[in-house]
């Protein structure tokens, strides 16, 4: 399977990074180049060594994205900071190139649960947090 992520911070790379070991091809794209390092570290080889790709760009520009992979990709995975720029290349990856399973990291679950029901397998970690704080009251 052959997985794009945009996004190379904590949760890019280290999903990039299990996938890779999962036998996954998979594909990172990052504005910033020194974000690669995410991918070596801890690694006995280099990130390319090993069979990933590294694309320096911006996913909001197509051009970026199509060097990236997206149109053979499987999975795209917008893993960046800005849910604004989650949410809008995470829809170009569904309607334009029909990416067949996207998966968007938002931190607002409002803005998630909206874009769940259009189709968007939405990860929210601000709910995750919300709903764990709520059990962990509950059992005081």
Known sequence: MF????????VGS???KRALDAGHE????????LSHERLD?????????AGGQFTVG???EVDGLI?????????????????????????IAQRRFQVPKVVVRVADPA?????AEQGLR???????AIEQAEQMLLTL
């Open 3 to 10: 997985i794009l992520i945009v996004g190379c911070g904590r």
């Open 14 to 16: 280290a999903v990039a």
């Open 26 to 33: 998979v594909s990172v794209m990052d504005i910033d180049p």
């Open 41 to 49: 570290r801890d690694q006995t080889s280099t990130w390319e060594d």
């Open 58 to 60: 911006t996913a909001l």
């Open 67 to 91: 060097a990236a992979g997206i149109e053979r990709a499987d999975v795209f995975m917008a893993a960046t900071s800005g849910d604004n720029t989650n949410l809008v290349i995470s829809q």
């Open 111 to 115: 803005r998630a649960a909206w874009y």
């Open 122 to 128: 939405t990860i929210c970690p601000t709910q995750v």
